[in-house]
C-alpha cells in the first residue's frame, strides 16, 4: 500500500473508533461482540480494497504468511518473558499519570468470559495488528526505509492509538516486540498469536478473580507488581533478565522459519524489499513519511492523551507521583 493510502487509513481507524466511543453511550443495547467485530470488519475491508487499488497483494502487503506450529511456542515463551517488563512500564507509567486503566477496568470486562475473550483478546489481536504491524509497518518498508525506524514509529503510533499514558507507556515498549516478533517469523500471525495471548492473560486472570479471588493469588503473574518490597525486586530483576533473552529467542524463532540470514541483514539496517517491489513516488524518490494524515493522527492522539489526563486528574483520581513505593530501585525514585 502506498503511504499516503497507509497514514490515511490509520487516520480513518482513528476517526471511526472515536465516533463509535460516542455513539456508545446512544446505542448500548447493541451487544458488544457485534458492535466491534462490524467495525473491525468494515474497517478490513477497506484496507483491502486500499491494497487492490495499490496492486499489492494481502500477503505482501499485510504479510500473512504460515509459520510452523513450533514457532507458535517460542512466541507463547518470549509473550511469559515479556510480563516482567510490561508490569514496570505499567508502574512508570502511574507514577507520573492517573491510572486509566483502573477506572476502565468495569468497561472492558463482561460477566461472560467468552464475549471478553473475543472482545478484549481475539479482537484487538487480530486488528490491532492488522493496522500496526500489517498495513503501517509493510507499507513503510515497502517505501524503502530501514526496519529498525519503521520498528519505532509504528511502535509510537500504537502506543499513542491507545490514547491515555497509561497504556502508552507499555503499548509503546510491546509494540517494538511485537514488530520484531513479526519480522523474525516472518509473518504476521506471530505478532496476532503474542498480541492474543497477552490479552487473554488479563481475560484469564479476570475470570479466575471473578470465580474465586483466594484462588487467584496463587496465579504466577499476580507476583510480577511493585506493590510490596518483594514483589517489587522480584519483578524488576525478572525485567533485567527476561528482557534481553526476548531478542534471544526472536533469533531462534528467525531459524526455526529459516529466516536468520534475512533476519539478521534487516536488523543490521539493509533494506531487503526487491527494486521491483518498492513503492515510489512518481518521479522515482522514495515516499514521504510524515504525511498530514499521520501527523493529524499522531496530534489528535496525543492531545486525547493530555485531555484523558486531566480528566482523571480532575475526577478525584489521587496524583500519581504523591508517593513513589519502596520496592522501585533508586533510580526510578529519581525520575
Known sequence: ??????????????????????????????????????????????AFLYLKADKVSVRDGIGFRRIRWSTLGWVALITFMVQPLSSTFYELSTRFSPDFLADAEDMLFTDNFFIDAFTVAALPGFFEEFVFRG?????????????????????????????????????????????????SAGSIWASMFMHFLNNFFSVFENMVFEWNSDVAQFL?????????????????????????LVFVVCRKISANEYRTIDYRRQVRGEILVREEDLVLEKNGKKQRIFTFSLILALVICLGMCVFMHFALSMTGTPAPAEEVPAALPGFVKWL
Open 135 to 183: 498495513v503501517l509497518h509493510h507499507s513503510y518498508l515497502r517505501s524503502g526505509r530501514k526496519l529498525v525506524p519503521v520498528i519505532v514509529l509504528t511502535a509510537l503510533e500504537f502506543g499513542l492509538f491507545h490514547m491515555n499514558f497509561t497504556q502508552f507507556s507499555y503499548a509503546f515498549i510491546l509494540g517494538i516486540i511485537l514488530s520484531f516478533v513479526m519480522e
Open 220 to 244: 504466577p503473574l499476580q507476583y510480577l507488581n511493585y506493590d510490596t518490597k518483594e514483589a517489587g525486586i522480584l519483578t524488576f530483576a525478572l525485567t533485567l533478565i527476561c528482557t534481553p
Open 1 to 46: 500500500m502506498k503511504v499516503k493510502h497507509a497514514n490515511f487509513y490509520f487516520l480513518l481507524v482513528l476517526a471511526v473508533f472515536l465516533v463509535e466511543s460516542f455513539l456508545f453511550y446512544f446505542f448500548q443495547d447493541i451487544p458488544i461482540w457485534l458492535e466491534e467485530g462490524a467495525r473491525d470488519l468494515l474497517l478490513i475491508l477497506i
